[in-house]
């Protein structure tokens, strides 16, 4: 019994659990992609934020290439960035300050499937004027990309 549990965990730090990590090599190619933005206000009285509404939505194509090691991406005719998936995954939230506001943004890159990714960011403000007023409010931008076969 013991041989097998450790055989089990052995295979299980060997493998993993599954390839649901986005790679490199995972998006290289072309997808159709969705964009959505949302906002939310806070409500002081309520001491919640109302629901997300639809701010913004489009359709764009992407595509990913890896050029001398590094992979590049590039939407419709805009010029190709570098994207470091290693950056993104060691820093899933963000917390910074910029004027008078505080804000945190957290993050996640899903692989939902061999074809489809999620790109998921929703960031979180708190802004004070200088009579001290408090207002906060919340965004959420998500991108859903299927592969183009």
């Not at 964009?35 to 409500?43: I, M, N, P, Q």
């Not at 010029?79 to 939230?93: C, M, Q, S």
Request: a positive charge.
């Amino acid at each position: 019994m013991k041989k097998i549990l450790i055989i089990s965990l052995v295979s299980l730090a060997l493998f993993g659990c599954g390839d649901d990590k986005v790679t490199k090599e995972y998006l290289v190619g072309k997808w159709d992609c969705s964009f959505k933005k949302y906002e939310s206000e806070y409500d002081p009285k309520f001491k919640e934020y109302d629901d997300y509404s639809l701010e913004s939505s489009e359709k764009v194509k992407q595509s990913y290439k890896i050029v001398d090691g590094v992979l590049m991406s590039k939407i419709a005719n805009n010029e190709a960035v570098e994207v470091d998936l290693d950056k993104i995954y060691k820093n899933l939230t963000i917390q910074g300050k910029q004027g008078d506001c505080e804000y945190t943004t957290n993050r996640n890159l899903i692989k939902n499937s061999g074809n489809k990714f999620t790109w998921e960011m929703e960031m979180f403000f708190t802004c004070s004027d200088k009579g001290g007023e408090v207002t906060k409010s919340k965004t959420k931008r998500e991108r859903i990309c299927t592969r183009i076969k």
